[in-house]
């Protein structure tokens, strides 16, 4: 006859090795065999999303009249972005909050313009 700790630690002794749970014993080769089939399922879902983003790129394009539309707007939000960082990055320098560098962001770009236009 079989004792309750007997049991009990045979359940603990047959434990999966992924989730731990007692008595749910998994053989290697069907792990390894969903993990397969999860790293397939997610290339297949990136290359579709990869694809229709291209699709929408393309559309675009054409819409334009051929013209790269969506790499320009594409380049201009990364711009922004990098405009952005800066001025974050300057408002962090200079001690001000970043409310403050809207007026010297067009202070700066004034006095630019003015220099070009006299240089021309």
Known sequence: MALRSDIKADRLRRRCDDCKEPMR?????????SERRLRS?????????DARHLARLVKAALAAGGKPLAMAIVAEGKG???LRRGHLRSAKMLSVPLSDMIPIEIERRIRLLSIQEITR
Request: no cysteine; glycine share 0%; charged share 40%.
């Open 25 to 33: 014993v998994t053989k290697p080769v069907a792990r390894h065999a």
């Open 41 to 49: 399922a997610t290339e297949k879902a990136t290359k579709a999303r």
């Open 80 to 82: 922004i972005r990098r």
